[in-house]
C-alpha cells in the first residue's frame, strides 16, 4: 500500500496495492496493522456505513463536537470530491483543507483524524460511499459547517450545481461553529 501524508499531516491517503486481471481486481480494503503503521494511530473502528448519492448532492461538512469520529472513507461506486477540514483550535493547520478525489477506478482511501469536519460532493452520476467510524453516531453532538464558508474558502469543483439536505444548508459559518481545543 502506499500512503501519502497529505498538506494537513494527520490526513493520510492510503491507495491500496490492487491486483487485476481480465477477470476483475482483488485488494485488501483494511487491515488493522497496515493502518495502524499508516496512519501512526491505534484507532478501532466500531461502525461501518454506507451511504449512496446522486451527482451534485455535497453532503458536510460534518462532526460531532463530543464523541468525535475518525474515518476511513473510500467509495465504491461512482467518484466524489472528498474534503477535510482542521477544526482543532490548538492546531498549527486549524481552519485549513485538503480534498482529494476518490472512485470506485482509483480505490483510494482517506483517514480523516478525530477533530475534523468532513464533507464530500458527488462527481459522478451517483457514488455509494462507504467508511469506517472511531465512535458510535450520536446525533446530539453532531455539528455542521457551511460548504461554501467564506472563510474556509474550499475549492469545490467547478460546474457542480450543490444538492444540500435541509441540515446541512443550515450549517453554521466557521468563525461561530463549535470547534475543539
Given at each position: 500500500?502506499?500512503?501519502?501524508r497529505l498538506a494537513i499531516p494527520d490526513v493520510?491517503?492510503?491507495?491500496?496495492?490492487?491486483?487485476?486481471?481480465?477477470?476483475?481486481?482483488?485488494?485488501?480494503?483494511?487491515?488493522?496493522?497496515?493502518?495502524?503503521?499508516?496512519?501512526?494511530?491505534?484507532?478501532?473502528?466500531?461502525?461501518?456505513?454506507?451511504?449512496?448519492?446522486?451527482?451534485?448532492?455535497?453532503?458536510?461538512?460534518?462532526?460531532?463536537?463530543?464523541?468525535?469520529?475518525?474515518?476511513?472513507?473510500?467509495?465504491?461506486?461512482?467518484?466524489?470530491f472528498d474534503v477535510a477540514v482542521d477544526i482543532?483550535?490548538?492546531?498549527?493547520?486549524?481552519?485549513?483543507?485538503?480534498?482529494?478525489?476518490?472512485?470506485?477506478?482509483?480505490?483510494?482511501?482517506?483517514?480523516?483524524?478525530?477533530?475534523?469536519?468532513?464533507?464530500?460532493?458527488?462527481?459522478?452520476?451517483?457514488?455509494?460511499?462507504?467508511?469506517?467510524?472511531?465512535?458510535?453516531?450520536?446525533?446530539?453532538?453532531?455539528?455542521?459547517?457551511?460548504?461554501?464558508?467564506?472563510?474556509?474558502?474550499?475549492?469545490?469543483?467547478?460546474?457542480?450545481?450543490?444538492?444540500?439536505?435541509?441540515?446541512?444548508?443550515?450549517?453554521?459559518?466557521?468563525?461561530?461553529?463549535?470547534?475543539?481545543?
Amino acid at each position: 500500500m502506499k500512503v501519502t501524508r497529505l498538506a494537513i499531516p494527520d490526513v493520510v491517503l492510503i491507495e491500496p496495492k490492487v491486483f487485476g486481471d481480465a477477470r476483475g481486481f482483488f485488494f485488501e480494503s483494511f487491515n488493522q496493522k497496515a493502518f495502524n503503521e499508516a496512519t501512526g494511530t491505534n484507532h478501532q473502528f466500531v461502525q461501518d456505513n454506507h451511504s449512496r448519492s446522486s451527482k451534485g448532492v455535497l453532503r458536510g461538512l460534518h462532526y460531532q463536537i463530543q464523541q468525535p469520529q475518525g474515518k476511513l472513507v473510500r467509495v465504491v461506486r461512482g467518484a466524489v470530491f472528498d474534503v477535510a477540514v482542521d477544526i482543532r483550535k490548538s492546531s498549527p493547520t486549524f481552519g485549513q483543507w485538503v480534498a482529494e478525489e476518490l472512485s470506485e477506478d482509483n480505490h483510494r482511501q482517506l483517514w480523516v483524524p478525530p477533530g475534523f469536519a468532513h464533507g464530500f460532493v458527488v462527481l459522478s452520476d451517483t457514488a455509494e460511499f462507504l467508511y469506517k467510524t472511531t465512535d458510535y453516531y450520536a446525533p446530539a453532538h453532531e455539528r455542521c459547517i457551511l460548504w461554501n464558508d467564506e472563510t474556509l474558502a474550499i475549492h469545490w469543483p467547478a460546474g457542480i450545481q450543490p444538492i444540500l439536505s435541509a441540515k446541512d444548508a443550515q450549517g453554521k459559518a466557521f468563525v461561530d461553529a463549535e470547534v475543539f481545543a
